[in-house]
């Protein structure tokens, strides 16, 4: 009997993968419209509504350096109908940070796939005196703590970038959170925030037209998006090598064959070549994989920025 009920159940969980999805599917995206995971939300969105031919809706749930969205998702029924399009600081930096995360990100999420990747840029408005890399470091040493940085949350990518910089350079600046890259470089272009690690796509515009100054990449080669700007890695400091990432996820209790199959679509959604270049042209690199893949890329991330969380002593503010 036990047998016979085990068979029936896997066959109704393989039947529901079949069928999956018979109704419109949320995707949570934990930072605002026109921000960086919005837009690779957005385009993964489309391309899922249009294998599955069901509808595929962005809910942009923001605050709190994406714990909101986040614990959203960890919180909504593990059926497959909603979904969690979000970046380093949620699913794998924030439970370093913060004492009292109200989720908790291993135990409560599932990848599905890493999306995209992309190296930061390190901007300045051009009212601060250094027109290099070097010369910002000094600055930073020169002025202890009377310089701003932005970043778009505690936990990401732009912020603990940022603290390992002053964690090696020995030097102090204050730490600005905005939801999302548009209202930070706003307060850029007013004068208001003196720096700012970002994604290529969300500073380039303005570092073209001369608004804000780019002194580095966080790679270890230049970027093909922004060539002019030297790289961490010839600047001779390649510890700095910081990519800003995008994963999709779902609730931890998510059959297994419905996160297979959305795995399996969104791999090739995402190799699609025009995909491709559409993200590329904004810096992005598509690096859509397997959930074993993901899995351990969490990890690994997750393990390299405790450390520098606990070397630099960065905090949620």
């Not at 109908?81 to 600081?89: K, R, W």
Request: proline share 9%; no cysteine; glycine share 8%.
């Amino acid at each position: 009997m036990r047998w016979a009920a085990l068979l029936l159940a896997l066959g109704a969980v393989a039947a529901q993968a079949q069928t999956y999805p018979a109704k419109p599917v949320r995707m949570i995206v934990p930072y605002p419209a026109g921000s960086t995971p919005d837009i690779v939300g957005r385009t993964l969105a489309e391309r899922l509504q249009k294998a599955f031919g069901q509808h595929f809706l962005v809910d942009n749930r923001t605050g709190a350096a994406g714990n909101i969205g986040a614990e959203a998702a960890a919180r909504s029924a593990p059926d497959g109908y909603t979904l969690l399009v979000a970046v380093n600081g949620p699913v794998a930096v924030n439970k370093h940070l913060y004492k009292d995360l109200p989720y908790d990100p291993e135990r409560d999420l599932l990848p599905i796939s890493l999306l995209a990747r992309a190296p930061q840029m390190l901007v300045v408005r051009p009212g601060i005196p250094a027109q290099d890399f070097r010369a910002f470091l000094t600055e930073l040493k020169r002025q202890p703590g009377r310089l701003s940085y932005a970043s778009v949350g505690s936990g990401s990518a732009s912020h603990l970038t940022m603290e390992l910089l002053k964690s090696e350079a020995g030097a102090f600046a204050v730490h600005i959170p905005y939801r999302g890259f548009p209202p930070a470089v706003t307060d850029m272009l007013g004068g208001s925030i003196d720096a700012m690690f970002a994604t290529i796509p969300a500073v380039l515009p303005q570092v073209r037209a001369g608004k804000l100054r780019g002194l580095a990449v966080t790679s270890l080669e230049r970027s093909a998006a922004a060539p002019e700007i030297p790289s961490v890695g010839e600047l001779g400091y390649p510890q700095l090598e910081s990519l800003a990432w995008i994963g999709l996820l779902a609730p931890s209790g998510t059959p297994s064959p419905v996160i297979a199959r959305l795995s399996e679509v969104t791999m090739r959604s995402m190799s699609a070549p025009e995909v491709r270049e559409s993200l590329g042209r904004q810096g992005f690199d598509v690096v859509a994989g397997s959930p074993q893949e993901f899995a351990r890329w969490i990890r690994a991330e997750s393990e390299k920025w405790a450390k520098v969380i606990q070397a630099s002593g960065a905090t949620p503010d």
